[in-house]
């Protein structure tokens, strides 16, 4: 599988408008440079993952402007694309937020033919009882997706904190986890930290895609990195600006970790129940 993430630089003074049709128009060229079967996006690079004020005024139902802009260049570049997160507000019988529905950052996938494969909705909001941690509902549902040759596990940002929740993916089927992250400069250290910790104690590729730029004032950490299974970082964007940076991940390789160092089957606590 080839795969391309898109660290998607984000300013204040852009509209979500005017960023949705950047990001749709680099959709397409990525698509055709690189020839990748899946793209990734960042988290909520609609708003900035920082600009808590946007989220009421610019979430969208599921099948909003995002999704149908999304999913039209899926569908036109004839790849499976991770389109980041969003802000979705729920219907008023699916949250508990008053009369307009519940907020929730959810991912979204879709594949080459621009159907929705999949939706998440992140676990572990940030912000410790201030920003996103009190605006947003939480999801409670992992999620995987069967994308070409590959399961993707889906996760969010500051989920990566939480390993129960990749070996919850694990035992799910994942073999690429991938992470869209609106992640601070200042733990920048964090992020390349817990990329590598989840592949290798998981055995799996990590795709974490990041934002640059700012959010309402708080610098981004950029540094998308790629991670296989041995926990070695195949590609690394910079700390600032614009990048793409493009991978061929050998799905085989997970098999071959996992045989060759059978750490997996040594687990004693929170062991799944085997699938019939």
Wanted: hydrophobic share 45%; proline share 5%; glycine share 10%.
């Amino acid at each position: 599988m080839r795969a391309s993430l898109l660290q998607i630089a984000v300013e204040d003074d852009e509209s979500v408008k005017s960023r949705r049709l950047r990001v749709s128009s680099l959709v397409r060229e990525v698509a055709e440079r690189e020839g990748p079967d899946l793209i990734v996006l960042p988290e909520l690079w609609t708003t900035g993952a920082f600009g808590y004020e946007a989220f009421a005024t610019e979430a969208e139902p599921l099948q909003g402007p995002t999704y149908e802009a999304m999913a039209e260049a899926a569908r036109d570049a004839g790849v499976w694309l991770h389109a980041g997160s969003i802000p979705e507000r729920a219907p008023s019988d699916g949250g508990s937020a008053g009369a307009d529905g519940a907020l929730y950052n959810t991912s979204l996938v879709f594949s080459p033919a621009g159907e929705l494969a999949g939706a998440y909705r992140k676990i572990h909001r940030f912000g410790f009882d201030k920003g996103e941690a009190v605006l947003m509902g939480a999801g409670h549902e992992l999620v995987t997706v069967r994308a070409s040759e590959a399961v993707l596990g889906l996760a969010t940002c500051y989920d990566l904190r939480f390993p129960e929740l990749f070996r919850g993916l694990v035992d799910a089927g994942a073999e690429v986890f991938v992470v869209p992250a609106g992640w601070p400069a200042r733990r920048r250290a964090h992020w390349s930290l817990f990329a590598r910790a989840r592949a290798v104690e998981d055995q799996v590729f990590v795709l974490a895609c990041g934002t640059a730029g700012a959010h309402a004032g708080v610098e981004q950490a950029g540094a998308s990195v790629v991670v296989d299974p041995w926990g070695e970082v195949l590609a690394e964007a910079g700390p600032s600006g614009a990048e793409v940076l493009t991978v061929d991940l050998d799905l085989a390789k997970v098999a071959e970790v996992r045989e060759q160092f059978p750490a997996l089957k040594d687990r004693r606590l929170g062991v799944a129940e085997p699938r019939l």
